[in-house]
């Protein structure tokens, strides 16, 4: 069956840290993967995707992600974190099958002063 | 532009009742999707429809029906209000005719409903 996993419901990082949100895979054929970010009371935002090519993906506001096949891997990153970075950030995939994207459960972000 | 709209903000019915969601997108989307979000389960995808006329099942379809008649709409309507579809639904679009998986999704605000 093919799925997302964010195996940390809540992150804490102070603030000037790095910080990554993790995310693995399990989908048949070539993995499509996607970050959204949803700020309090609003809608998602598209942060940033891989389809093929570099493994390094670079996205809205610093954030960047690293593909990796061998572990199913796709670990949202930013190398220093603002107090404004601090919402719930979704991972997603593809699904092979019919097309539509599997979203993970979400990840809440907290930047601490 | 407006971008992805959605009425109403908020909605409170009692079981049994029916209503729609209304959806509208002002960027000339072909794909046009329907997700409620609830907590710990990310989005589930409810319907879709990759351009005016066309619609499909997603993964939690059952007790809303959707149409499009024209590319800029995309209503949701909620059959007979049950509790258990008490959340947050969104309505998203993509500028891909093919499905709306490879391009971003743009996403409305959302709706608030509770089911009594």
């Known amino acids: 069956a093919q799925s997302v996993a964010q195996p940390e419901d809540q992150v804490n990082v102070a603030e000037g840290n790095p910080l990554t949100v993790k995310c693995t895979y399990s989908?048949?054929?070539?993995?499509?993967l996607f970050w959204y970010v949803q700020y309090p009371n609003r809608g998602l935002q598209f942060l940033l995707k891989?389809?093929?090519?570099d493994n390094l993906v670079k996205g809205s506001y610093g954030f960047e992600a690293e593909f990796n096949k061998s572990q199913t891997s796709f670990h949202l990153k930013k190398p220093s974190a603002l107090v404004s970075d601090s919402a719930l950030y979704f991972c997603?995939?593809?699904?092979?099958?019919?097309?539509?994207?599997?979203w993970g459960a979400g990840t809440k972000l907290i930047i601490k002063p | 532009n407006a971008g992805v709209t959605q009425t109403p903000k908020f909605q409170v019915l009692k079981t049994g009742q029916s209503m729609t969601l209304q959806c509208a997108q002002d960027?000339?989307?072909?794909?046009m999707s329907w997700y409620r979000q609830d907590p710990g389960m990310g989005l589930r995808l409810i319907h879709y429809s990759v351009g005016a006329g066309i619609t499909d099942q997603g993964e939690v379809p059952n007790g809303y029906n959707v149409s499009r008649s024209t590319t800029e709409d995309f209503p949701l309507r909620l059959l007979s209000a049950a509790p258990s579809q008490t959340s947050v639904y969104f309505c998203?679009?993509?500028?891909?005719?093919?499905?709306?998986?490879?391009?971003?999704?743009?996403f409305g605000p959302g709706t608030r409903l509770t089911v009594l």
């Open positions: 960027m000339n989307h072909e794909y």
């Open positions: 891989y389809i093929t090519g």
């Open positions: 998203a679009s993509s500028y891909s005719s093919l499905d709306g998986a490879y391009n971003e999704q743009f």
């Open positions: 997603a995939v593809r699904d092979g099958s019919n097309y539509q994207l599997i």
């Open positions: 989908v048949s054929g070539n993995p499509y």
